[in-house]
């Protein structure tokens, strides 16, 4: 339960209120994750936040992690500036099945923030491209403004056998993209169900009706992930917010098979 | 030659797809094959709608604009969308603007054409209906989702 | 079972046990009467027991009255469990200092003190294997709650009699205390000035301390008696929670009037998650100094049912109170099941007799699963 001191090396805006931080240890930690696991971000004085990891799982000397500012907390986070310190706590939780999916074709699906705990399984796979087959990055954002790391959307789009889907929600009209919710770029895609693994992150909603969409598309409900989300107080299972039903998101997922989620995601207040 | 290769667009048009020839032909008489340039609207929101479009390349932008507001663009069409649904209610008016936001080709069927055939044929009009129907309720549907805001902090 | 001794204990020998832990070092946590309640706390020896008093409870009710038998162990359960000796309500985690920009933790002051617990129920012996269970033996080890657990002296008492809103017999907790993780386990018979204790020790710790007190060897009958007395009081047990089946009828129920009905009556006080010896949830507080140069972390007792429980940016999960009695009591009944193997419920029936309205798990459970969910209204 005692938050190691790291140091932030980088600071970088990402969207009017969306940053990314890049910590270094200061004690002899060490970096290393699975895509899709978090950590417990502390604030001297000010409280403990669960944010998943956002850089490459390859990159040993740090952490990276995309924070958005939605309250009191997440706004000391982000208000951290290159120097200053801040207690980390983890790795924590079941992360993506990259290992799963190998020799299989990937499909990443993100609403909003939801790129960020995605963005390590991008890097992973563009890391070991023979191991994989096609990858498709489809991305929904309210509005083009909100749109996450839009250089580096950019260069995956220009990779071989890679295929990037965005759209907004809203766009003003020097918005050249498309507009229309996240399933709407289904249509679109290049991939073959039944060899590919699809990892959704993004608001419950968005992920549900991505699920409903994709398996009526022909996938299976167990090569689809989720990454819910619940509020944290440890990050390991001993304090009971997080619990989702029979799950504690923190230790048993954050990332779950739909297969094994389905019918908790239509419980309304579970 | 045009007649035959606008027949075989409408024809393998997802929007048209299983559709009996006998209906193609009759379509046919209603279209022709259009361009728009990046920048060009294609109407304006309040105008007579008259026409829909098959799209075949490019990309339409779905615009509103508010009073005191910039123009918002609220849905885009691309590479087999169809586009416009006004021509077949009435009052027959466009309640939004569309742009070309990219070229774009098109094959335009003309709605007092095709009302007509529709009238006159009501199986065809019983296989437009259907097929608006169904681009009605996924635009219902993905406008119900966007009005949900999802991604907002609230 | 590795060394089981069982012996005759004459009535007045419990306070030459207490006084043989307190010799060997121990801090000694007992029942005491303090504030209308039997209450654990350090005592300094049996004078502080709760000789001559019992509990009288029902749901929404608890008060003490004299018994004229002199029995020292003659009440079931006051509201407090050994959760507050193990699991404090507030846990310091630790204190930071900064200095020039950076921290340093000062570790957590863990609690180092060896200590024993007499008056251990059943139930409670139940409780304590399902915190250890949560806190010790997932992926991850709550290393306070650790130093806390570790060496803890336990002498457990079966319990003899059952108050109406006692339930451990059906759920197989007691009411006779099971020989694992206790020392040594009491069973109290009073029958006029016929008073003495059947004492079982449970290993070599407990058998030593047993050959201290001038023990006398124990007959077949003194077994037979002292098990018919706890066997009475499991007997006389009138609330149960049928396990059969139970977990899935829950899950199939999660829409169900009856969660609507208790919801008219739960004031949300999380007086049933405070009482409950099982449950663990805790938030986490920071505190800093005005410069900004210590802070300390705090662990607190949260409860379910506060609306703050399940917020996440934007809003709480479980806005309404219904949402809220049910995640309590399926975890309880159900999810515990599925997480842990066994049931988050011991039968203690303390969540009956503290709920301000009077609220029985029981009864909701029965209802829910009894009538089904075929939208009739079951209230």
């Not at chain 1, 989300?229 to 954050?254: A, S, T, Y």
Request: proline share 5%; charged share 25%.
């Amino acid at each position: 339960m005692m938050p190691g001191p790291w140091q932030v090396r980088r600071v970088s805006k990402e969207t009017p209120d969306t940053f990314t931080l890049v910590l270094e240890p200061l004690n002899g930690g060490r970096g290393g994750f699975r895509p899709g696991q978090f950590s417990m971000l502390w604030v001297f004085g000010v409280g403990e936040l669960p944010i998943s990891i956002s850089g490459d799982p390859a990159e040993e000397k740090s952490l990276t992690y995309t924070v958005r500012s939605v309250g009191p907390a997440t706004q000391a986070l982000i208000s951290r500036s290159v120097g200053q310190e801040l207690g980390v706590r983890g790795p924590f939780g079941a992360g993506w099945p990259v290992d799963q999916a190998r020799g299989r074709d990937v499909l990443v699906v993100a609403g909003g923030i939801g790129l960020a705990p995605l963005r390590p399984v991008i890097y992973h796979v563009l890391d070991h491209r023979k191991d994989y087959g096609r990858l498709v990055i489809a991305y929904g954002a309210r509005s083009p403004r909100d749109l996450l790391y839009r250089k580096e959307l950019a260069q995956w789009a220009r990779q071989k056998d890679v295929q990037v889907l965005t759209t907004v929600d809203y766009g003003g009209v020097s918005w050249r993209g498309r507009v229309g919710v996240v399933t709407s770029l289904f249509r679109f895609m290049r991939l073959q169900p039944a060899r590919t693994t699809a990892m959704v992150c993004g608001p419950e909603i968005m992920m549900r009706l991505v699920a409903r969409e994709l398996t009526t598309r022909g996938l299976a409900a167990g090569d689809l992930y989720l990454s819910m989300e619940r509020n944290m107080k440890c990050g390991v299972g001993f304090c009971g917010h997080c619990q989702w039903g029979p799950h504690f998101i923190c230790k048993d997922g954050p990332v779950f098979p739909y297969s094994r989620i389905a019918p908790l995601l239509d419980r309304y207040e579970l | 030659m045009e007649i035959q290769s606008l027949e075989k667009v409408i024809a393998e048009h997802e929007f048209f797809s299983d559709l009996e020839s006998y209906y193609t032909a009759l379509l046919v008489s209603c279209a022709s094959n259009v361009r728009f340039e990046a920048g060009k609207y294609l109407w304006r929101e309040g105008e007579e709608a008259n026409a829909f479009y098959l799209i075949r390349e490019g990309r339409i932008a779905v615009e509103i604009n508010p009073p005191q507001r910039k123009p918002i663009i609220v849905d885009t069409v691309g590479e087999g969308d169809v586009l416009g649904w006004s021509w077949l209610l009435p009052p027959y008016v466009w309640k939004f603007s569309a742009r070309a936001v990219d070229g774009t080709r098109a094959v335009a069927l003309d709605g007092k054409c095709l009302r007509n055939k529709c009238e006159q044929n009501h199986d065809l009009g019983y296989e437009m209906l259907k097929r608006f129907s169904q681009i009605m309720n996924r635009r219902l549907d993905a406008t119900r989702i966007q009005l949900l805001d999802l991604y907002a902090t609230r | 079972m590795p060394e089981r001794k069982r012996t005759r204990l004459a009535a007045e020998r419990v306070a030459d046990l207490i006084q043989t832990l307190a010799g060997r070092g121990y801090t000694v946590i007992g029942p005491t009467v303090r504030d209308g309640a039997v209450v654990y706390e350090e005592i300094a020896d049996a004078q502080d027991l709760p000789r001559g008093w019992t509990d009288r409870q029902e749901p929404g009710r608890y008060r003490l009255e004299p018994r004229a038998d002199g029995a020292w162990f003659g009440y079931n359960l006051g509201p407090q469990s050994w959760k507050r000796h193990l699991f404090p309500p507030q846990t310091k985690l630790f204190t930071a200092e900064r200095a020039d920009g950076l921290f340093r933790i000062l570790g957590p002051e863990a609690e180092r003190r060896p200590r024993a617990f007499i008056g251990v129920r059943a139930c409670e012996l139940a409780a304590i294997a399902a915190q250890d269970q949560v806190l010790l033996e997932g992926p991850f080890r709550d290393g306070l709650y650790a130093a806390r657990r570790e060496g803890v002296f336990i002498v457990a008492v079966s319990c003899t009699l059952a108050a109406p809103t006692c339930f451990c017999a059906s759920l197989g907790t007691g009411p006779q205390a099971p020989g694992e993780l206790c020392d040594i386990v009491l069973t109290e018979v009073v029958n006029g000035a016929d008073h003495w204790f059947l004492a079982e020790a449970e290993g070599a710790r407990g058998a030593e301390v047993l050959d201290r007190l001038a023990a006398e060897p124990c007959t077949e009958d003194d077994s037979r008696r002292a098990g018919a007395a706890v066997y009475a009081a499991a007997q006389s047990q009138t609330r149960r929670v049928d396990c059969d089946g139970l977990r899935e009828a829950l899950e199939d129920n999660f829409e169900h009037d009856r969660w609507d009905a208790v919801a008219r009556r739960c004031l949300a006080c999380g007086n049933c998650t405070m009482v409950c010896p099982t449950c663990f949830c805790t938030t986490m507080e920071d505190f800093s100094d005005v410069e900004g140069s210590r802070a300390e972390r705090w662990r607190r007792w949260d409860s379910c049912f506060t609306a703050t429980f399940s917020y996440i940016h934007g809003g709480s999960v479980r806005t309404s109170v219904k949402a809220r009695y049910r995640q309590w009591l399926m975890h309880k009944l159900a999810t515990w099941i599925d997480q842990f193997g066994t049931p988050g419920c011991v039968g203690c029936g303390r969540c009956i007799t503290w709920c301000p309205v009077g609220i029985d798990l029981t009864e909701e459970a029965r209802a829910i699963c009894r009538d089904g969910n075929d939208g009739n209204t079951v209230a």
